[in-house]
């Protein structure tokens, strides 16, 4: 299954629905897209809600890093939506969880921005 990105907006915050899989080719290239498109519209807050990825690979972790360097490079702020046990363990593993700010509840995560 190939990766799809949703884009929608709540109170400023754009929030991306990711589903499928993150990885080397199609997935990654879905993503750094979707985030270098709402930067050039002037979008610097985004949260990724990785909610319904069902895979990533270090590729897709490699993507997640270059966009959030993106975003902060903006100006722009980048955090992290309902990620799944895998994707935990993996960011866990690679010692990247602390780099991200990483929410459980949307409401939350769209209030943190403020």
Known sequence: MSMKATVRQVEGVVIVDLSGRIKLGEGSSILRDTVKDLLSKGQKNILLNLGDISYIDSSGIG?????????????????????????????????????????DDEAEAVAAFR
Do not use: H, P
Request: no cysteine; glycine share 4%; net charge positive.
């Open 63 to 103: 993507e997640l890093v270059a966009a959030f360097t993106s975003v902060r490079n903006q100006g722009g702020e980048m955090k992290l939506l309902n990620l799944t046990k895998k994707v935990t363990d993996l960011l866990q593993i690679t010692k990247l969880y602390t780099v991200f700010d990483v929410k």
